[in-house]
């Protein structure tokens, strides 16, 4: 399952540099995860280095991309090889 930022996003940009497929990136008027290139940090890191950082916790599960952790590995070794 990707992930996405709430309407409770502060603007803070600290989120962004911790991302391992730049999956973040500026929104208007918050910022944004491609759910096309998140994969929770499956291949990358055993947890999501965003959500730790996110003061407001505003980084929550996005309902419409459900994937199981063996999707996103593939969605991972897809983009970096």
């Given at each position: 399952?990707?992930?996405?930022?709430?309407?409770?996003?502060?603007?803070?940009?600290?989120?962004?540099?911790?991302?391992?497929?730049?999956?973040?990136?500026?929104?208007?008027?918050?910022y944004?995860?491609?759910?096309?290139?998140?994969?929770?940090?499956?291949g990358?890191?055993?947890?999501?280095?965003?959500?730790?950082v996110?003061?407001?916790?505003?980084?929550?599960?996005?309902?419409?991309?459900?994937?199981?952790?063996?999707?996103l590995?593939?969605?991972?070794e897809e983009?970096?090889?």
């Open positions: 399952m990707a992930l996405m930022i709430n309407e409770d996003c502060t603007g803070c940009d600290a989120c962004v540099l911790e991302c391992p497929n730049e999956a973040i990136s500026v929104g208007d008027p918050i944004v995860i491609d759910p096309l290139l998140c994969t929770e940090c499956v990358a890191h055993a947890e999501p280095q965003c959500k730790p996110c003061e407001p916790d505003c980084i929550v599960q996005h309902p419409d991309f459900v994937e199981t952790p063996e999707e590995q593939a969605k991972y983009m970096h090889g």
